[in-house]
């Protein structure tokens, strides 16, 4: 395919520099019968690896146990694309404590307020008075993610008001240079409709083409692979894929990186949509299947140290009670402890005492107050 058919370039000047601007032609993608009829036992793979997913998440007694660990993982993963670094258990320990172990502080940060964003997004799309799918929900989440030290000279939750490239040291030598700012508002509106109009793609292949558009549109000043990879999470849920976030896809995109940006190139230069649709699929199927694999493996290492408690001579009630929480917050402190069962700090202080015998819980650091606590079993499976 020509350049003609994926879009156009738009010259415009950037520091006094005359440089070519892609602005994308609308979605659906142009697929033949030959790419359609490829895709379709993936498509049929992918289902199913998501299926499975779905019901491994339903076999458990709290959903809520694989939600928490996987948003944090997704987080983790999708920032460390960016560049970030930091390690499951820093994350949340910085939730309890504010203190962020051995990982840098503002790498933490970042990924602590992916969190919040998509915690925040899940809730907008459950709620009956919640905001749909759209560029507003996606500039609330922008907003979150913006927050502190890196994010706060990014203009948060607001469309870009300059011009941008990917790649490159200007926008003379980028590997891309994304709309002008001045289309920005008209092409995201223009994806958001087709996010809401009936198409006869399969929904997968909707998510992905509407990811690509995303990125190619590159609407804020930073943060614009993770709000899109957000926005993958969010359409699984609009269109009744995966109603909890449970497909931390980032594990994929990140070990495949390079060739993630290349196919993203690649729609813009030749028009390559089939390729994106059969990595993306591949990728799903891989990251499904592992998840699923992962829900079970926490599942059973809870039920295996749950007899380990309950058969100790010395167990209590508050104990049992801290076990049960520990898949919801595998790292815990002893402000959340007390909250968690209601009880004094005594009594908290001697179930965590109990677990830790039990080689359940270890400590992190060897800090002398605000102890942390980390379930290091559960948590090796999901690192
Ligand atoms: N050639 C490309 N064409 C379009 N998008 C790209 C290309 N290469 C990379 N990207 C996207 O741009 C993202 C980086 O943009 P950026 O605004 O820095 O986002 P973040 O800060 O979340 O990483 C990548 O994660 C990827 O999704
Ligand atoms: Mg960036």
Redesign the pocket.
């Known amino acids: 395919m020509s350049e003609a058919t994926t879009g156009k370039y738009v010259e415009t000047t950037v520091a006094g520099e005359t440089v070519r601007a892609f602005v994308p032609n609308p979605l659906p993608p142009k697929l033949t019968k030959e790419d359609l009829a490829s895709l379709q036992e993936p498509i049929g793979a992918a289902e199913t690896a998501l299926e499975r997913l779905r019901s491994a998440g339903e076999m458990i007694p709290s959903m809520d146990w694989f939600v928490y660990s996987f948003v944090r993982k997704e987080a983790l993963l999708?920032?460390e694309?960016?560049?970030t670094q930091a390690t499951l258990a820093d994350v949340m320990s910085y939730e309890q404590t504010g203190q962020s172990g051995s990982s840098d502080i503002a790498d933490v940060e970042e990924v602590t307020n992916y969190v919040r964003a998509a915690n925040y997004a899940f809730e907008q799309l459950s709620s009956e008075k919640g905001l749909p799918v759209s560029s507003r929900l996606l500039d609330e989440c922008h907003h979150r993610?913006m927050q502190g030290v890196r994010g706060k000279n990014k203009q948060p939750g607001e469309i870009r008001r300059s011009q941008?490239w990917?790649?490159g040291t200007r926008p003379g030598n980028a590997?891309?240079v994304?709309p002008p700012w001045d289309h920005v508002r008209d092409l995201l509106g223009v994806l958001e409709t087709y996010i809401h109009t009936d198409d006869d793609l399969q929904p997968l292949l909707r998510i992905a083409a509407a990811?690509?558009q995303f990125?190619?549109i590159?609407p804020?000043?930073?943060?614009?692979?993770?709000?899109?990879?957000l926005l993958i999470a969010l359409l699984l849920a609009h269109w009744q894929i995966l109603d909890a976030p449970l497909l931390y896809l980032s594990v994929y995109?990140k070990e495949h990186?390079s060739e993630?940006?290349?196919q993203?190139?690649?729609?813009?230069k030749s028009g390559t949509w089939a390729d994106w649709f059969h990595f993306f699929l591949e990728g799903t199927i891989e990251v499904a299947t592992l998840a699923t694999a992962t829900a079970s493996a926490l599942n059973r290492q809870v039920n295996d140290d749950r007899k380990i408690v309950i058969s100790a001579e010395s167990v209590t009630v508050s104990t049992i009670q801290l076990f049960e929480a520990l898949p919801k917050h595998p790292v815990i402190s002893m402000p959340l402890v007390t909250r968690i069962l209601s009880r004094s700090k005594p009594t908290a202080s001697k179930a965590i005492d109990l677990l830790i015998k039990q080689g359940i819980l270890t400590e992190i650091g060897d800090r002398k107050r605000d102890r942390i606590y980390k379930y290091d079993k559960y948590l090796q499976i999901l690192e």
């Open positions: 999708t920032s694309i960016e560049g993610l941008v990917v790649g590997v891309f994304p990811h690509a990125e190619t590159h804020y000043l930073d943060g614009n692979g993770r709000i899109g990879r995109l990186q993630y940006y290349d993203l190139g690649s729609i813009r």
